[in-house]
């Protein structure tokens, strides 16, 4: 990997170029958390500060299982951002057609 890629600030790229990339790491294993992860990216994080997206990067940075617990099971994150971030995630699909 190129070193300048390893201390890139996701927050700090252009909106195009992060979103575009944003929008490629919600491809996951189960088309569940693709839908999921892809319409939050597509519908809220233009609008979604810096605080926001880096969140959103650290949630992507996880495994699929716990993803998937986090999103579509019971399991709740103990991180207070995550946690708020994957209830609005699952929030705005709930208040949308069908996931």
């Not at 809220?44 to 996880?62: H, I, K």
């Not at 019971?74 to 699909?93: Q, V």
Request: hydrophobic share 40%; charged share 30%; aromatic share 6%.
């Amino acid at each position: 990997m190129c070193p300048a890629a390893e201390n890139r600030d996701p927050a700090a790229e252009a909106p195009e170029a992060a979103g575009g990339r944003l929008l490629w790491r919600c491809r996951r294993g189960m088309k569940e958390l693709d839908i999921l992860l892809e319409r939050f990216a597509r519908q809220a994080l233009p609008q979604a500060g810096a605080a926001e997206r880096r969140a959103f990067e650290r949630l992507l940075g996880l495994p699929d299982p716990l993803l998937a617990g986090y999103l579509l099971g019971d399991n709740r994150p103990g991180d207070r951002e995550l946690y708020e971030l994957t209830a609005r995630i699952r929030d705005l699909c709930h208040g949308s057609p069908p996931c």
